[in-house]
């Protein structure tokens, strides 16, 4: 009867495991505005002005707080503009612009998703006429304090969680001196995660600067505000699993031939959910689609340091002063080392889609911060490496207190904006030459590309006489250039202008056909060159894109630490020669009886008194 009330709950709490890791991160929207097209296209020469500059996201925009700035190169006066979505398309935001005399215009504006209210800045840079402007200087955000703090406490709680977890599963294997203390690190956990989580969203009320009630309102109705429920759930998981051992059914093993007990997939479930649900809610200046991989990687980053200063932590914690510290630091020294493989790999692969050169690692505050953080955890590996040859306890507080820098890093990197501007991968250069008039017939012909940068360039062909009267003006031009054609016509002082053609690095030929009126056609082969724009930051080392090498080191880390986990494995079952095989689940079976025969003699011994 016991027997089977036990599969029962067994059964339940298996199909509560497996409701939460199906649930948690189903429902949530993509929460990222990104910025898709912006139109007229960044670094783009018009030969007429826009009346308007339409930008386009990838999710729906908060209509309420849309701003807007122009500037102007040179002494051109600034022309007004005002910006609003899109009524008809709620992803676009349209900005209407005032007279603009020929010159060069910068654009910019800072909108908010509806998702998660994260301000997404946007811009473009034109020229009007003949001027040839370079594209706009990247955007570069610090961190938000205020988010930052609530981050951070997010962080630390879960990794205290994570190390109270991972050291309940190995608890056969790890001496805690105190295990009462545990229950503290617990609730000081649930009270972090919880803290941070509503911080997050008291952050951003707070940001919107409008009416109290109103954006408090506006932030409840985000994707951010619908994970708390999420995340109560996965609190609720790790809680349970370390209620104390009077809920003996919690030790029943998930299969009957596995070591995976209830209480430990609870744990951990509720440990991996919550951070799924952590990764889910990145940065808003992430470039493209939000990948599964990003968010695994995310995850993965998270759960590793939890893995390694949460255990660290709650071994301190229940042994310190006591003798038991050294063998319960040994005990866990392979879970350690394993969290610190994958923070250290899955840290370079979100690097991989953060940092797009080592320009932009080193003209953010987000790189910045990242190096910094690349050197602590530097540090603290060597304080580990440290603490496994000496008998010192200084060594784990020390590496502790690094890595408590590097919680607070972290924190502070997920609301700074990364360094993915495209204008941290081109070099400088110089201006784009012109070709010299070219003579053909009684004409002299000359083009060149305007801005002269690779991409979208407008091409302005100047057509001069030579003889006066002229026997045939030119009426229009037939351009080939690659496999496209174009048809210009002349003004009335010679110049013809084409837009939108898309151009490479270099030179790039053209075949022009010029038809005149009343004499044949003349043919010319012109030539246009474009190079590398401009860019504000200076090359630091080198501008060549480094994501390939991070994720190619990213794989050699893991592999190292898979090896190394494997033989920490090994020894962990050296070590423990009193836990069963899989093959053997009877001890669990027979241990959970005997504590039911227990409990029924203390039942019948408090009836009889």
């Not at 009957?256 to 809610?281: C, E, F, I, P, S």
């Not at 784990?396 to 941290?424: N, S, W, Y």
């Amino acid at each position: 009867m016991n027997g089977s009330r036990h599969r029962v709950r067994s059964a339940l709490a298996s199909t509560v495991i497996a409701a939460v890791v199906v649930l948690a991160p189903s429902g949530l929207a993509r929460a990222h505005a990104i910025v898709d097209e912006v139109t007229p296209a960044d670094g783009s020469a018009l030969v007429d002005q826009p009346r308007q500059v339409v930008f386009t996201f990838s999710e729906p925009i908060l209509a309420d707080g849309v701003g807007v700035e122009v500037s102007t190169g040179g002494d051109s006066p600034t022309p007004t503009a005002s910006a609003a979505v899109d009524p008809a398309d709620p992803t676009s935001v349209v900005v209407d612009l005032g007279a603009m005399p020929n010159g060069t215009y910068q654009v910019r504006v800072r909108v908010r998703d509806r998702e998660d209210l994260h301000e997404v800045v946007a811009r473009t840079s034109f020229a009007v006429g003949e001027s040839a402007p370079d594209p706009s200087p990247p955007i570069v955000d610090d961190a938000e304090p205020m988010e930052t703090a609530a981050r951070w406490m997010f962080a630390t709680g879960f990794v205290l969680l994570a190390g109270v977890v991972a050291i309940g599963s190995a608890g056969r294997i790890v001496a805690l001196a105190r295990p009462t203390r545990v229950v503290h690190v617990v609730v000081s956990g649930v009270v972090l995660v919880i803290a941070g989580r509503v911080g997050i969203l008291v952050a951003r009320t707070i940001s919107l600067g409008g009416n109290p009630l109103d954006d408090a309102l506006t932030v409840l109705r985000t994707s951010d505000a619908q994970r708390v429920l999420l995340v109560a759930v996965a609190l609720g998981c790790v809680v349970v699993s370390e209620l104390p051992g009077r809920l003996v059914w919690l030790d029943v093993p998930v299969r009957l031939d596995h070591r995976l007990t209830v209480r430990h997939a609870l744990g951990w479930t509720g440990v991996v959910n919550l951070a799924v649900l952590a990764a889910w809610g990145g940065h808003s200046a992430l470039e493209g689609p939000l990948e599964p991989l990003t968010v695994l990687a995310k995850s993965a980053h998270l759960l590793g340091i939890g893995l390694w200063v949460g255990v660290l932590a709650v071994a301190v914690v229940a042994n310190a002063a006591t003798p038991q510290l050294r063998p319960s630091l040994s005990a866990t020294s392979g879970i350690a080392v394993s969290g610190a493989f994958l923070t250290v790999a899955s840290g370079l692969l979100l690097s991989s889609r953060l940092v797009i050169s080592l320009t932009g690692l080193a003209a953010t505050p987000y790189g910045r911060m990242l190096v910094l953080k690349v050197v602590l955890v530097a540090i603290a590996v060597l304080f580990g490496l440290r603490l496994r040859r000496s008998t010192l306890t200084a060594w784990p507080v020390a590496e502790l207190g690094v890595m408590a820098v590097v919680v607070v890093l972290g924190a502070a990197i997920a609301t700074a904006t990364p360094a993915l501007d495209r204008g941290f991968t081109d070099r400088p250069g110089a201006a784009a030459s012109v070709a010299p008039a070219l003579a053909v017939d009684d004409l002299l012909v000359q083009a060149r590309a305007i801005p002269g940068r690779p991409g979208i360039n407008a091409i302005e062909l100047r057509i001069g006489e030579t003889r006066r009267p002229s026997p045939g003006p030119v009426a229009d031009v037939d351009l080939e250039i690659g496999a496209d054609r174009y048809v210009a016509q002349p003004n009335t002082g010679g110049i013809a202008y084409v837009e939108g053609v898309t151009l490479a690095v270099g030179d790039s030929p053209i075949a022009a056909v010029l038809h005149r009126r009343g004499a044949d056609d003349v043919l010319a082969d012109l030539v246009v060159t474009t190079q590398p724009a401009v860019f504000e930051h200076a090359v630091f080392i080198s501008s060549a894109g480094i994501g390939g090498w991070l994720v190619g080191l990213a794989a050699i880390v893991a592999i190292v630490g898979f090896a190394v986990w494997l033989r920490a494995r090994a020894r962990w079952r050296v070590a423990s020669p009193d836990v069963p095989h899989d093959s053997d689940p009877k001890p669990d079976t027979e241990r959970i009886r005997v504590d039911e025969q227990v409990r029924n003699e203390g039942r019948r011994r408090v009836l009889v008194e």
